[in-house]
C-alpha cells in the first residue's frame, strides 16, 4: 500500500461525515432529507463507497455491481422515493471531488505519480459508479412506471365497462374527478408508418409514446387512458358538466402536433358512473366525424347535432338516404354536389377545390338535379340532399 493510499484509508473516517457535509450543502435536494436518514442510511452508502474506492485504490480493479450491492439499493430506494437522478448523480460527483482533492492536497513533485495513478483510479470508479446506479435507478423508475401504467389503463377500462372500479383507485392512492370529459379519439398515421416496411411498427410505438408524454402534462391528477397507436379512449379530469372550456380542444392540437399526425376527437361529459354512457355518445360523434370528412380536432354534440340527429335509428333514415341512389352509377355527380354543398354552393370555389371549369360544375348540379329531382337551390332540396349525403357518410348509407 502506499503513502497516498495509506493517507486516504486513515482518513476515510472522518472523510465520511465530510462528504456528506458538502453534499447537503452543494446539492438542494439533500438538504430536504431528515437527519436521521443523512446520518444514518447515507452517511453508510458514503463509508461504503470509501470502502471500496480504497480497496481499488490497494489493487488498481473497479468493483463489480454485486460488490456495489448496498449503492444499487441505495439508488433503488431513492427511485421509489422520487429522487432526481441528477440530485443523486451529482451527490457521488462531490463526494469524489472532495475525496481526491483530499488525496492530493499534500502533493510533492516526488509523489507526483503515484497521485496520477490514483487520480485514473478515481475516474474509473466514478465512471462505474455513474453507471451502476443510472442503472439501477432506471430500472426501478420503470417497474414503478409500468406500475402504474398498468393501473391506470385497469381504472380506464373498468370505468368504461361500468364495473366497480373501488379497488384501482386505492391502489393508484387517487380520487376520481367530479367529472370526466371522455374523449374517443383517432390518431392517423404517423408519416414513417406508411412505408409498409419494418419501421412501421417503431414509428407506431414512438408516436403513442410521444402522445402518452403529451397527457402527462395535461393536468396534475393523472390522464386515464386506453390508447394504442390508431387511437382510443382518454378521461380528462372535468370540474364542470356544462362547460367544459377550451384546454380539451388545445390538448388534441397538442396531440395532433405531438404525433405529427392528425388527431380527431367526439367528446362528452359525464360523472364518473355514467362514462360508458358518454364514451358510446362520443364514439358516434366521433364516426360520424370522420364519415362526413371534418377536418381534425374536436367535435361536441352541439358541434354536429343535426348530422347526430338525422343519423339515429329511425323508419325514415334509409328512405331519405336512398334520394340519392339515382346518382351512384355517377360518383363524379355525387362528388361534385358534396363539394357544392360543402362550399355553400359557390360554383367557382367548388371548381377550385376539385380543379375543373365552374361550367362542369354547373353542367354536372344540373344532371344531378335531372336525376333525384331534388335543386340545391331551393330550400327543401338542399335540406334534403343535406341530410342525404349526412347519412350515407361519403356515400354510404348507415341506417
Known amino acids: 500500500m502506499t503513502d497516498v493510499v495509506r493517507r486516504f484509508t486513515d482518513q476515510s473516517k472522518a472523510l465520511a461525515r465530510d462528504v456528506l457535509a458538502h453534499c447537503v450543502e452543494e446539492v438542494p435536494f439533500y438538504q430536504l432529507l431528515p437527519s436521521e436518514q443523512l446520518h444514518g442510511e447515507i452517511l453508510e452508502v458514503i463509508e461504503e463507497n470509501l470502502r471500496l474506492l480504497a480497496r481499488g485504490l490497494s489493487s488498481d480493479q473497479v468493483p463489480t455491481r454485486e ?18 437522478l441528477d ?12 475525496c481526491w482533492q483530499t488525496i492530493t492536497a499534500d502533493t510533492t513533485p516526488e509523489n507526483l505519480p503515484e497521485v496520477l495513478a490514483v487520480t485514473d483510479n478515481f475516474f474509473r470508479y466514478l465512471q462505474v459508479l455513474n453507471t451502476v446506479v443510472a442503472t439501477a435507478y432506471h430500472e ?32 393508484l392512492g387517487v380520487s376520481l374527478p367530479k367529472h370526466f370529459d371522455v374523449l374517443c379519439v383517432a390518431i392517423g398515421a404517423h408519416p414513417d408508418e406508411t412505408d409498409g416496411g419494418p419501421g412501421t411498427a417503431i414509428a407506431a410505438r414512438r ?43 388545445r390538448l ?35 364516426d360520424l366525424v370522420l364519415r362526413t370528412g371534418r377536418p381534425p380536432g374536436l367535435y361536441r354534440l352541439d358541434d354536429v347535432l343535426l348530422e347526430y340527429h338525422l343519423t339515429r335509428p329511425s323508419d325514415a333514415i334509409c328512405a331519405i338516404a336512398a334520394l340519392l341512389e ?14 357544392y354543398i360543402a362550399a355553400g354552393l359557390d ?50 348509407v348507415n341506417p
Open 67 to 84: 460488490e456495489l450491492a448496498l449503492v444499487v439499493a441505495s439508488a433503488t430506494r431513492r427511485a421509489e422515493e422520487g429522487v432526481p
Open 87 to 98: 440530485a443523486i448523480l451529482a451527490a457521488y460527483h462531490v463526494g469524489i471531488r472532495v
Open 140 to 171: 426501478e423508475r420503470q417497474a414503478i412506471s409500468g406500475e402504474e401504467q398498468n393501473a391506470r389503463q385497469a381504472l380506464a377500462s373498468a370505468l368504461l365497462a361500468g364495473t366497480p372500479f373501488g379497488d384501482q383507485t386505492a391502489h
Open 207 to 249: 408516436k403513442l409514446r410521444r402522445v402518452l408524454a403529451e397527457l402527462d402534462q395535461y393536468s396534475l391528477q393523472p390522464v386515464l387512458s386506453v390508447l394504442d397507436p390508431s387511437g382510443g379512449v382518454i378521461l380528462l379530469p372535468c370540474t364542470s358538466q356544462t362547460q367544459p372550456g377550451p384546454q380539451p380542444r
Open 252 to 286: 388534441i392540437r397538442r396531440l395532433g402536433q405531438a404525433a405529427d399526425a392528425p388527431v380527431t376527437a367526439g367528446a362528452a361529459i359525464a360523472i364518473p358512473d355514467d362514462t360508458p354512457t358518454a364514451a358510446r355518445q362520443a364514439g358516434e360523434i366521433l
Open 326 to 339: 339515382p346518382l351512384n352509377p355517377y360518383p363524379a355527380l355525387l362528388e361534385t354536389l358534396e363539394a
Open 347 to 396: 360554383r367557382r370555389a367548388t371548381a377550385a377545390e376539385m380543379h375543373i371549369h365552374p361550367n362542369t360544375v354547373d353542367y354536372r348540379i344540373h344532371r344531378a338535379t335531372a336525376l333525384t329531382q331534388l335543386d340545391p337551390q331551393q330550400p327543401e332540396g338542399l335540406l334534403h340532399i343535406a341530410a342525404a349525403l349526412a347519412i350515407r357518410g361519403k356515400g354510404s
